[in-house]
Structure formats: structure tokens, C-alpha cells
């Protein structure tokens, strides 16, 4: 599942997915790969446009 939230959105800091446990959102964008209810891995902004990080992380490697 992909999920964009525009950027101003992400700035707030009430935003859902800001003070949610679970997600801890800090930046635009963010990846998470998500299974059995649970974070496996994730690619912050700084390392989300980069393409081995992103194939390792849809990948599981």
C-alpha cells in the first residue's frame, strides 16, 4: 500500500501519523514496509530517493 501525504501536511505536528507510536513520522517522505502489524523496515528522508535502499527495503534483504 503507498500513501503520500503533502508536505505541509507532514509539518504539522498534531498530524496523525506524527504522534502515532507506531509510525513515528519525522519527514517527508518517509518508506515503511509494513507487515503482520508491524514496522519491518523503513527508509527516512534522507535515504528515500536512493535506489539500492529502496530495492533492499521492498526486498527485505
Known amino acids: 500500500m503507498l500513501h503520500f501525504l503533502e508536505h505541509t501536511s507532514e509539518r504539522n505536528a498534531h498530524h496523525p501519523w506524527r504522534v502515532d507510536s507506531r509510525f513515528k513520522l519525522t519527514g517527508v517522505p518517509t518508506l515503511v ?14 535515504r528515500a530517493h536512493v535506489e539500492n535502499k529502496i530495492n533492499a527495503l521492498l526486498g527485505g534483504n
Request: hydrophobic share 30%; aromatic share 8%; no cysteine.
Open 33 to 46: 514496509r509494513w507487515e503482520n502489524d508491524a514496522i519491518k523496515g523503513r527508509l527516512e528522508d534522507h
